[in-house]
């Protein structure tokens, strides 16, 4: 409904045009609907949206929001706060240093998907409109109301491009539906943000605080949801007003804050995660922070390989499954042949070394392959793991993994007397046992960061991306290609056992399975590397993002069953057209968007 | 262990002058039935530039990819300062010989101050461990890496741009970047492949500076040209290479003058046998169309 009225096709149409908004409606009328409307949805909230409980989160209450209704209500507070900013009102502007008008269409829009998505659901879900209170309804009308005053808002409409008159009717059509897709694209255009002035280093630090604490709350909230819907809504909220704050410049300004102060942000990210089980009630959602943590750090050790040396592994999950196996051998598990308990921290050694030693018998052979034949060797030998996993069970080779059965009961860590399956009480806080090993895998996640962080600024790090970039140029500078990338594949595998180690611990059994190349529970080999692609190449957080989404998604949204892979390769496919950095630009990337000589990407784009 | 053989190869130690650099003995390449490069001998003396012209096609870069270690020469053998070449591109730049490539290969997405630093990677030998734990002497090898490649950086006249992105240089200044990034690998001979190529005039006369300064440096260069005049006014001596031999070698007007150079620039048959029976060829040929054509208007007779 965004589109039906644009695109005047006609070449002759006067060139400098006042600039206009999609809607026919004149400025202040437009920003005042925007304004009222978002005003009405906060409002609304407060209101009972339908008559009976059966719609869980109950929002029959009249007087506080509950459920979905609180995304609503958030969504509509940053629309009616950007609206009110967009009146130019003194001190609001720091808020908007990009502009309020692309920010507020994309914070109205996020109050109305979320109300519509939640209107349309208790209608299905109940049976029909007649569910519905009229809070409700004013909701939906309300939050309509403002994002088509928002839309109404004045933007600057490309120029369409000339119509060669030879043109066959099939072509006329593409190029109106281009000029329109030029048009849609103009509409949630923002402008470039203006670089942050210096402030106190205090205040910066409060600011990396605020980021954090926000973060941290996001997450929370993300991972406690306790229905489809609410983290459908979730999502959408979430989605959209993150692009609103991107949008007004605000992830920008944040992000070069943070880049100031690199050493805080990460020590203060490891100080929220570390909160996270201090947030939760019992083990439930801790369990899902672990898993999140070991997919995240095992991706990050991917990122090493694929982000930075560029090679293509296809096997990776080969790696944490010898990590795994090696721990759960020497754990002293009743399953296991070889009758030794070692402690954790040798455990830890022994993890690790086994993936290394593994890393360089598959890497030595295989390195000298470029590309497509490396990505599928690594292939094979990621399956020739879990097969070989799966036959040394006695019958068919001799007995020590136990075959498809895997070893089982892996006792818990227990390191100078703290025993890791027990809870704890710190403080008022019960902390239970998926909550220690978060502890665990947390310092694990902190040591892979700090080899990302250091190994890539330096001389090796270097060498890494200039073989990526062009092997034969690095080989010409002197660059012993195959010995940097032996490195990468080493360091890589045994980051990715360090994970295994404690995974072997948290999971209780590890059996073959685990560690396939593609399946719908994360980690395996593709969703690892989709985590990396997903969150951002050659970045920290981007893995630590992507694999944390890759992981909530499916794991929240059960109804989609059998088609959670499907959906999980739309999706892969939709951001690799509109976002093919990845959520998380590296700096590289960052730099070249910010030489000044290149022209914004709209205008370029829309010559073309 | 590829280190220890580095700074005799560095061009820390000043060579004497005539000293002989490189030493490239009948070498020979072959790839299948064709031979690409036949029997060329050249020497490369300390402090002299030498330039390398030939047609194209005539074998020049397939020589320079065997004295790089990129091909193994088939036959002959290629010294740098006595000792004959490793047969890894890697080890010949830490022998002291650096390249530069005919199309740009810079590393793209990293900024032009990484690029430099990646060439230092021959002359420091900070491992995986010191990066990790970064001691002090990781933290002194890489202020002196940083000080030597924002030295080469400003040598070319690139220093203010050392945050750039690589990719996002002028082409003029891509090709300075690259041969900062040869420099910074310290060599003692720096071969060049057609460092002007696309460029202006005032761009080639830049280079043509720059290329008098390495030298001035105690670099000997290697030079492969297209452009003439740049050649002529640069080089101590030209050698020719036509069809992977070497046809003359001295220095310019000795080349210049040189018939045979004329001849395979320009095409001019050597003698006039080939010419005499190319033309009966050619007529024997056009009498045996037409008769053919009159006699079998489908046949294909060739």
Same mark, same amino acid.
């Given at each position: ?608 | ?147 030597? !490649?924002?030295? &080469?950086?400003?040598?070319? %006249? #690139?220093?203010?741009?050392? $945050?750039?992105? =690589?990719?996002?240089? @002028? ?8 041969? !900062?990034?040869? &420099?910074?690998?310290?060599? %003692? #001979?720096?071969?060049?492949? $057609?460092?002007? =190529?696309?460029?202006? @005039? ?22 492969? $040209? ?77």
């Amino acid at each position: 409904m965004t589109t039906q009225t644009t695109a005047p096709e006609t070449p002759s149409a006067p060139a400098a045009k006042a600039p206009a908004g999609l809607l026919p409606l004149p400025e202040k009328a437009a920003r005042g609907l925007a304004l009222g409307g978002s005003a009405l949805t906060v409002l609304s909230t407060f209101l009972a949206w339908t008559w009976t409980a059966d719609f869980p989160g109950d929002l029959t209450v009249y007087g506080y929001p509950g459920g979905l209704q609180v995304l609503v209500l958030i969504g509509a507070l940053l629309a009616t706060l950007l609206a009110v900013a967009s009146y130019g009102v003194r001190g609001l502007g720091r808020l908007v240093p990009a502009g309020p008008d692309a920010a507020l269409r994309f914070a109205t829009l996020a109050a109305f998907a979320t109300t519509w998505y939640t209107v349309l659901s208790i209608s299905s879900e109940l049976g029909g409109l007649v569910n519905l209170e009229p809070g409700g309804i004013l909701a939906a009308v309300a939050s309509l109301a403002a994002f088509a005053g928002a839309l109404a808002l004045p933007f600057q409409r490309p120029e369409p491009d000339p119509i060669d008159p030879d043109d066959t009717g099939w072509e006329k059509t593409k190029h109106s539906l281009g000029h329109t897709w030029q048009t849609t694209k103009a509409v949630f255009a923002g402008g470039a943000p203006r670089p942050v002035g210096k402030l106190p280093s205090y205040a910066e630090i409060l600011i990396i605080v605020a980021v954090l604490a926000l973060g941290l709350t996001v997450f929370t909230y993300g991972i406690g949801t306790e229905y489809d819907e609410l983290f459908i809504g979730f999502l959408i909220t979430a989605g959209f007003a993150f692009a609103a704050l991107n949008k007004a410049g605000l992830i920008a300004q944040a992000s070069q804050i943070t880049a100031r102060h690199q050493n805080i942000t990460v020590c203060g990210a490891f100080v929220a995660a570390a909160l996270f089980p201090f947030t939760q009630t019992d083990d439930q959602y801790a369990t899902l922070g672990v898993y999140i943590l070991i997919f995240a750090t095992v991706a990050l050790g991917l990122n090493i390989v694929v982000g930075l040396a560029g090679l293509l592994d296809l096997g990776y999950v080969a790696f944490l499954g010898v990590g795994a196996y090696a721990a759960a051998l020497v754990s002293g598990s009743p399953s296991s042949p070889f009758d030794v308990h070692f402690p954790f921290w040798a455990a830890v050694l022994v993890g690790a070394a086994a993936s290394l030693v593994f890393g360089v018998l598959i890497g030595a052979p295989t390195l000298r392959l470029r590309g497509d034949y490396l990505a599928i060797v690594t292939l094979g030998f990621g399956e020739i793991f879990r097969i070989t996993a799966n036959n040394l069970d006695g019958t068919s080779g001799p007995d020590i993994t136990n075959g498809s059965n895997g070893i089982s009961s892996i006792p818990n860590i227990n390191v100078l007397g703290f025993d890791f399956g027990n809870q704890h009480d710190v403080g008022g806080f019960t902390i239970g046992r998926f909550a220690n090993y978060f502890f665990l895998m947390l310092i694990i996640t902190a040591v892979v960061v700090l080899v990302f962080r250091r190994s890539g600024n330096s001389r090796i790090g270097r060498a890494w991306v200039a073989i990526r970039e062009d092997e034969t140029a690095a080989l010409a500078m002197g660059i012993n290609g195959f010995r940097v990338k032996l490195i990468a594949f080493a360091v890589g595998a045994s980051l990715a056992g360090l994970a295994g180690t404690v995974q072997a611990h948290v999971t209780y059994t590890v059996t073959p399975e685990q560690y396939l190349f593609a399946g719908a529970i994360p980690p395996n080999s593709a969703f690892l590397l989709a985590a990396v692609v997903l969150g951002g190449m050659g970045t920290i957080s981007g893995p630590l993002i992507g694999a944390a989404l890759l992981f909530l998604i499916p794991n929240k949204l059960q109804f989609l069953g059998n088609y959670q892979l499907f959906a999980f390769g739309v999706a892969l496919i939709l951001l690799m057209r509109f976002r093919p950095e990845g959520l998380i630009p590296n700096r590289r990337r960052q730099l070249e968007f910010h030489e000044d000589a290149e022209a914004p990407t709209s205008l370029t784009k829309a010559g073309a | 262990m590829t280190t220890d053989t580095t700074t005799q190869g560095g061009a820390a130690v000043a060579p004497a002058p005539g000293e002989t650099v490189l030493d490239a003995r009948g070498v020979t390449m072959r790839f299948g039935g064709l031979t690409a490069v036949r029997d060329v001998d050249l020497t490369v003396n300390a402090g002299e530039i030498v330039g390398l012209i030939g047609p194209n096609g005539a074998g020049k870069t397939t020589f320079f990819n065997c004295l790089t270690g990129l091909y193994v020469p088939t036959e002959g053998e290629v010294r740098y300062k006595g000792a004959v070449l490793p047969p890894k591109s890697f080890k010949v730049t830490a022998a002291g010989i650096a390249r530069t490539f005919q199309n740009i290969r810079l590393f793209a997405n990293m900024t032009v101050l990484e690029n430099v630093l990646v060439g230092r990677h021959t002359r420091t030998k900070e491992g995986f461990w010191s990066a990790v734990l970064r001691g002090p002497g990781f933290h002194r090898a890489e202020k002196a890496s940083r000080d030597r !490649a924002m030295e &080469l950086l400003a040598f070319v %006249g #690139l220093d203010h741009k050392a $945050e750039h992105l =690589a990719r996002n240089l @002028p082409y003029g200044e891509q090709r300075k970047l690259e041969i !900062a990034r040869a &420099l910074a690998s310290e060599p %003692g #001979l720096l071969l060049l492949d $057609e460092p002007t =190529a696309g460029m202006n @005039p005032q761009e080639t006369r830049t280079t043509e500076e720059l290329v008098f300064a390495i030298r001035d440096m105690g670099i000997a260069v290697l030079v492969i $040209e297209h452009d003439m005049r740049f050649i002529f006014n640069l080089c101590d001596r030209v050698a020719v290479l036509v069809q992977g031999e070497k046809l003359v070698e001295g220095d310019s007007a000795t080349v210049q003058g040189d018939e045979r150079v004329v001849a395979a620039y320009l095409g001019e048959p050597y003698e006039d046998a080939p010419g005499a029976e190319e033309v009966a060829e050619v007529e024997a040929a056009e009498a045996g169309a037409e008769t053919t054509a009159h006699a079998a208007p489908g046949k294909e007779n060739d």
